[in-house]
């Protein structure tokens, strides 16, 4: 199974593009700078590394990058500085969504196209209508004025949600949905629910990227676990110890 990794030099990336790697999948991994990777990646037959800006890519260039690729995956995301928040692309994460999407349809393939985006549990699942306590709909608000990043994020959720929908041809997605980022060397116990069990503000839990990049990957290779979780946004957090 060959799988496309849009973000795949990013911490998170990363760690998803470690995991498929151990469960036997080939890799296409779209990176910026190919420089700052693990020097195992580059001497990896499982791994075709494509040095490119996602977005500057041409139509015909992105329906070739898709062509071939039994799941997609995007841990695409903003870099925490000034440029990254507030330079361009202003809609990075949707707009690489969006294109993947019509590449994919373009090339309508004869089996579906698994599409997995890493999210945030700051996100809700309208399909859900989850209820949020008035304080945290008032600091949602405050960061969709001030960061774009977290308009991207809830853009990108709801192109899956609403324009590829439940019922597409040729694309099947799920949201992965962590809490807080933390670093961790192994993968740990993790626990799975449909929507947040705690404040995404105020009581935020723990999610180590690695437990992100392997339930990114299982939903990749087991069927039944895709079936469960296929149209919808889980969230994912470290289990207490």
């Keep these: 199974m060959t799988v496309l990794v849009v973000g795949a030099s990013g911490a998170t990336g990363r760690q998803l593009v470690e995991q498929l790697l151990f469960q036997g999948n080939n ?3 779209v990176v910026r700078n190919p420089e700052k990777l693990p020097e195992s990646w580059k001497s990896n037959k499982c791994i075709e ?7 500057d890519l041409s139509d015909i260039e992105m329906k070739e990058l898709t062509y071939g690729c039994h799941s997609i995956a995007s841990c695409l995301g903003h870099n925490l500085n000034w440029k990254g928040i507030y ?27 698994k599409f997995v985006l890493m999210n945030t549990t700051g996100n809700q699942n309208r399909d859900l209508n989850e209820s949020i306590s008035f304080a945290q709909k008032c600091v949602i608000g405050l960061l969709r004025l001030l960061l774009p990043p ?6 990108a959720a709801d192109y899956l949600r609403t324009q590829v929908g439940k019922d597409n041809k040729f694309i099947e997605w799920a949201a992965v949905r962590p809490d ?23 009581n935020s839990g723990k999610t180590s990227r690695i437990n992100v990049g392997h339930f990114m990957a299982n939903l990749i290779n087991d069927g039944d676990l895709w079936n469960k979780w296929k149209g919808q946004m889980p969230v994912i957090y470290n289990k207490s110890q």
Excluded at 150 to 155: G, I, L, T
Excluded at 180 to 202: G, Q
Aim: with cysteine.
């Design 49 to 55: 590394i494509i040095s490119a800006s996602l977005l």
């Design 180 to 202: 807080s980022l933390i670093n961790n060397d192994k993968v740990t116990d993790y626990e799975i629910h449909p929507s947040p069990i705690r404040s995404a503000i105020f």
């Design 87 to 113: 330079g361009h692309p202003r809609r990075l994460v949707t707009d690489a969504v969006r294109r993947l999407c019509n590449a994919i349809e373009t090339n309508k393939p004869e089996s579906t196209i």
């Design 150 to 155: 977290h308009v991207d994020n809830e853009k």
């Design 27 to 29: 890799v296409k991994a």
